[in-house]
């Protein structure tokens, strides 16, 4: 088999885990890992024109027009790195329309990872997710606590109440779908209701096999 730069698409919904599987895949991989969400956010916080147009959006949990989103995606993977390494895009397409757009870029994943956990469990992780500024490293009050030099200076982030979870979720639920149609054969649906590691393992398998 060849081994070539490896093409990674992480789905999943909200709290599914996405992130904090990102931080372990590119530890061990070290793939250019481009996050939708905190491409927007960090729009968001520098104030740019897409960043105002993202918020209002973003504020309701519902998804940023693609004419928002789909060129900071193509921009963010235009890497050395991403071309040499590979890359891991997380959160990212999340409609057939996402999907046709980065496809038509060559933008093309070898393999699509879809975490999936039962609704009732997402809510709960997403009102006790923390982040830590300095690190950007994601924490659970419960399942993850920080440790108690961070814990202090941990912030909330302001779609994470359980009113814009719910429409997260129902956005997502309403979008998966097609965005699986896209990429027949390529999906590898991974239980993400068990511990961070036992989830790890598996998505090493899937990569190890790539
Ligand atoms: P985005 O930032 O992508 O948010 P999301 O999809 O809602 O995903 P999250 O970041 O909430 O969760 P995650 O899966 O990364 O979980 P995490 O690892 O943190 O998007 C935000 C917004 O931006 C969207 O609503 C939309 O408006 C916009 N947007 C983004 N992409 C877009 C796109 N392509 N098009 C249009 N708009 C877009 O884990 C969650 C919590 O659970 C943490 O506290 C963690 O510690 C804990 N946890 C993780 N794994 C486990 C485990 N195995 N067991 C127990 N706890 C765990």
Redesign the pocket.
Known sequence: VAAGPKKIVIA??????????CELIVDKYGLEHI????L??AAVAAGTDLGVR?KE??DR????PDEV?VGM?VEALDTDKAKSAGWLL??????AS?ADAITKEGIIPDSVIL?DVPDDILVE??V???MDPETGK???LK??PPPADVAARCTQRS??TEEKAMN?LK??HSNVEAVVGKYEGKINEID?N???AD?FADICGVIDEM
């Open positions: 999943g919904a909200p709290a599914s885990g996405k992130g904090t599987q996050s939708a969400g905190d927007l956010r993202a959006f973003m949990g519902d998804l940023v989103v995606v997380d959160g990212y397409p999340r409609s996402q975490l992780r997403v006790g997710r923390r994601i924490y659970h399942f993850n779609d994470d997260r956005v997502h993400g068990r511990s961070k989830v």
